[in-house]
C-alpha cells in the first residue's frame, strides 16, 4: 500500500473529458483551510451536459495486476443548488461497457456544500 501525491496541475493531462461538448481544464481558487488562506488547483468540467459526462483517466494496463484493490480518495464538488445523495465513481476499461465499483457512494453533494472527501 503506498499513497500517492501530485504536484498542483497545470494542464489536464492525462485526464480528459469523456464525453463532448464538455471539456476540462485546471482552475484555481483560494480558500480559507484551518484558518490558513490556500490555493486549490482542481479539474474543472465546463459544458457538462448529460450526467453520465465526467472526467477520465488512463492506467496502462501493467499497473493493475489482475486482483488488485484500490481505495481511491479524493475531493469533489458539484455547483448547483440541488442535492445529488446518488453519486458513485465508476472505474470502467477502456472500450468496453463493463465497470466496477466498490459500492461506496460519496456523500450527498451540491446544494452549496462545497468541497466534500470521497472514498471508494
Given at each position: ?33 484551518d484558518g490558513i488562506e490556500t490555493e486549490n488547483s482542481f ?25 488488485a484493490q484500490y481505495e481511491v480518495t479524493f475531493r469533489m ?44
Amino acid at each position: 500500500s503506498a499513497d500517492g501525491y501530485l504536484d498542483p496541475p497545470k494542464y489536464p493531462f492525462p485526464l480528459y473529458s469523456n464525453r463532448s461538448p464538455s471539456r476540462l481544464i485546471v482552475a484555481t481558487e483560494t480558500e480559507i483551510i484551518d484558518g490558513i488562506e490556500t490555493e486549490n488547483s482542481f479539474y474543472r468540467l465546463l459544458n457538462r451536459e448529460q450526467q453520465y459526462e465526467s472526467l477520465s483517466f488512463p492506467v496502462p494496463p501493467g499497473c493493475v495486476p489482475r486482483g488488485a484493490q484500490y481505495e481511491v480518495t479524493f475531493r469533489m464538488r458539484i455547483n448547483d443548488s440541488r442535492t445529488f445523495k446518488r453519486v458513485i465513481p465508476e472505474f470502467r476499461a477502456k472500450g468496453t461497457n463493463s465497470w466496477k465499483s466498490q459500492g461506496q457512494w460519496c456523500p450527498p453533494m451540491g446544494g452549496n456544500r462545497g468541497w466534500v472527501t470521497c472514498t471508494s
